[in-house]
């Protein structure tokens, strides 16, 4: 149990153009979503909290009207790099928390990543 | 602020030997918890261990085990009886207050038979 998926696996995109990557908990109710960002060889960056019918909560530095996220439903949560440029080119990671066992016992699940490549 | 430490960026262990992999972390929060997540070249983060801080009791799942010292604020991984599924990346980690995860730079193990 507790699958995150996230999808596209992949994604190639021109300069300037706008790419939206899904994170979905598959067998639970994820209270909160997390996004981080992961650059070759280097560790994983949190960029962003998203609570299901909340605004996200940017971590510093982190351009909030370049990347929207959306946590429409508690098994949803949308990322959208707009106007991507090549610096954006990463390697894209969700996470869902469940509410099981409060506080912060409660288990983070990863999605498997999405790679975006913008030319 | 949280920081997390991991001063070795890479481990080399002989298959069914032991390694400990080095993690130190600063936090303010009085509650917290810190694990160690493994991720392979298929990139997919996999949680290996986790540690309450209010536990004295150091954790264990089969082959490996932690060693927490508060004070010292030092969370160890030891990996027992190394397979050669084990060589990945492990990234030490702790919470902060709104439950997101705060991340070393990791350690890079290999396995060699």
């Known amino acids: 149990g507790a699958v995150v998926s996230q999808h596209p696996s992949w994604v190639i995109c021109k300069s300037g153009t706008s790419v939206k990557i899904e994170c979905r908990s598959l067998?639970?109710?994820?209270?909160?979503m997390f996004w981080y960002r992961q650059f070759p060889k280097q560790s994983l960056m949190l960029m962003a909290t998203s609570n299901e019918g909340s605004k996200a909560t940017y971590e510093q530095g982190v351009e909030k009207d370049k990347f929207l996220i959306n946590h429409a439903s508690l098994t949803l949560s949308t990322l959208t790099v707009t106007s991507a440029h090549p610096e954006d080119s990463s390697f894209y990671i969700c996470?869902?928390?469940?509410?099981w066992g409060g506080g912060a016992t409660d288990t983070q699940y990863f999605g498997p990543g999405t790679r975006l490549t913008v030319l | 602020a949280q920081t997390v430490t991991q001063s070795q960026p890479e481990m080399s262990v002989q298959e069914a030997e032991t390694v400990t992999l080095s993690c130190t972390y600063d936090?303010?929060?009085?509650?917290?918890?810190l694990f160690w997540y493994k991720q392979p070249p298929s990139r997919q983060m996999i949680l290996v261990i986790r540690q309450e801080a209010y536990k004295q009791q150091n954790a264990t799942e089969n082959r490996f085990s932690v060693n927490f010292q508060k004070a010292a604020k030092s969370f160890s991984l030891k990996i027992s009886d190394s397979q050669l599924g084990d060589a990945a990346m492990y990234f030490c980690?702790?919470?902060?207050?709104?439950?997101?995860?705060?991340f070393g730079k990791g350690t890079s193990l290999l396995v060699t038979p």
């Open positions: 996470s869902a928390r469940t509410p």
């Open positions: 936090t303010s929060e009085s509650d917290y918890y």
């Open positions: 067998d639970f109710q994820a209270t909160t």
């Open positions: 980690a702790s919470t902060n207050s709104g439950y997101a995860l705060n």
